[in-house]
Structures are given as structure tokens and as C-alpha cells.
């Protein structure tokens, strides 16, 4: 049986989004990645200067709803947010935090798979924050052309996931620095040990070089990494 610690989740099997890891799932990244303020904060910068009006903005893999919120906030009812999860705690906490904009129409959190499916609509930002590194490498090919079809010229992409080193000493490096970033955030040991367990086979992380050219082979010209730190990177991919 799993158990939770003080700190945060503590898996005892293969890694599920389940109601433990969504009560602490906002601060289990914020003490798992390096950057993880700055990086939030540079994709909503980011998606505010592409979103347009009575256009929607979709967040692929939304959890909680965090890459959303501050979209909602400012932009309010000038667009249509559509947040998409299949993990039924997630789509209860983020129907739960934006309940009223729901009631409302301007958010809706769908159910939906992206191994067969992408919300219909014509968005001019479409985020995908740490989610694709969960889905199955030949699925990714297809997702990301599934967005770049729903965005309009000129609409971005934005992309973050974890990557892996160029070679293999820079990636062992990168993955030491960031092991030890967590034991200075305060997990133990264990708690490291037992969470790299139960991710192995779940988060596929590939090359940064990898990312990118599947975004070039999806039709975007315009590729740039905003953000990198470690074994993490953001890149924006503008129609």
C-alpha cells in the first residue's frame, strides 16, 4: 500500500496519477525540477503574447490546472480555455479550481486521450507542460502534428519536457546535479530512490535534439528553447 509522506508522495509501485499524487502534485514540482518558478512564469509570459481573441487555448496533460490559471486571469472571457487530462483526480481538482469559469463557459476540462483524440477548436496557443514525456514515443510524432493543425498561423506551441543529455557523461552529470537538487528541497533518499522506480518505463524523456526535430517535422519553422536547466528544457514552436 502507498503511503504519503509530510514532504509529499511517497510511490510503492509503478507510478499512477492518483489521488495521493494529486493532493501534492503542484509542490512535488516545484521541489522536483530546478527552475520551476521561472519556467512557469516565462509560458504564461509566453502564451499571453500569442494568445488572441475568440480563440482558444488549450493546455494538453492541464493536471491541476496551474498553466491555465494565469491565463484565466487575465485574459477572462476574451478566449475559450479548453484544459485536457485523462487522470480522473486531476480532471476533479481542476473542475473543482475552475468551477466557476466552467459554469460560465469560458474553461472546460475534458476527458480525452491523446493517443486517439485532440480537442476541436481553433487555438492560438497550445501548451504541453511536462506531458508528452508520458506518453509513448509513437504517439508523440502525431500529437504534436494534431496541434500544429488546430493552431492558427501564427499561434505557438509550447513545449516542456524533461530531456536527456546529449551524451552519455553529460547526462549522467545532469542527473546527479538534479538528484541533488532534491535532497537540498528536502526528499530523502528513499523517496528519490523509490520514485525513479516507479517512473521507469512512464516518463520517457528523449534528446533535446529529438524534440526539436519533431517539431520541424511537424510543419513549424520557428523553433526556439526559452528555458533550460539541467535535464529540462521549454522551447516555443510558432505556425
Not at 140 to 167: M, N, Q, T, Y
Request: hydrophobic share 45%; net charge negative; charged share 25%.
Amino acid at each position: 500500500m502507498e503511503e504519503a509522506t509530510s514532504l509529499g508522495h511517497l510511490p510503492g509501485g509503478r507510478w499512477a496519477f492518483d489521488e495521493k499524487v494529486t493532493a501534492c502534485f503542484d509542490d512535488m514540482l516545484a521541489r522536483s525540477i530546478p527552475g520551476y518558478a521561472v519556467m512557469r512564469e516565462t509560458v504564461a509570459a509566453l502564451a499571453l503574447r500569442h494568445a488572441r481573441p475568440d480563440t482558444a487555448i488549450v493546455d494538453l496533460g492541464c493536471s491541476r490546472g496551474e498553466a491555465l490559471a494565469p491565463l484565466v486571469e487575465k485574459l477572462g472571457g476574451r478566449n475559450r480555455f479548453i484544459g485536457v487530462e485523462v487522470s480522473e483526480p486531476m480532471l476533479a481538482a481542476a473542475r473543482g479550481r475552475f468551477a466557476d469559469h466552467i459554469r460560465f463557459g469560458v474553461v472546460e476540462i475534458v476527458e480525452l486521450d491523446l493517443r486517439g483524440a485532440f480537442p476541436e477548436c481553433r487555438a492560438s496557443v497550445v501548451m504541453s507542460v511536462l506531458t508528452l514525456q508520458f506518453t509513448p514515443i509513437e504517439y508523440r510524432l502525431d500529437i504534436v502534428g494534431r496541434a500544429f493543425d488546430a493552431l492558427e498561423p501564427g499561434g505557438a506551441l509550447i513545449l516542456v519536457e524533461k530531456v536527456l543529455g546529449s551524451g552519455p557523461g553529460t547526462n549522467r552529470l545532469f542527473v546527479e546535479e538534479y538528484l541533488a537538487l532534491k535532497e537540498r528541497n528536502g526528499y530523502s533518499r528513499e523517496e528519490i530512490d523509490r520514485k525513479r522506480f516507479s517512473l521507469e518505463g512512464v516518463l520517457v524523456p528523449v534528446t533535446a535534439a529529438w524534440n526539436e526535430d519533431m517539431l520541424r517535422g511537424c510543419g513549424f519553422r520557428s523553433v526556439d528553447c526559452f528555458w533550460r536547466l539541467l535535464n529540462f528544457a521549454g522551447w516555443i514552436a510558432v505556425k
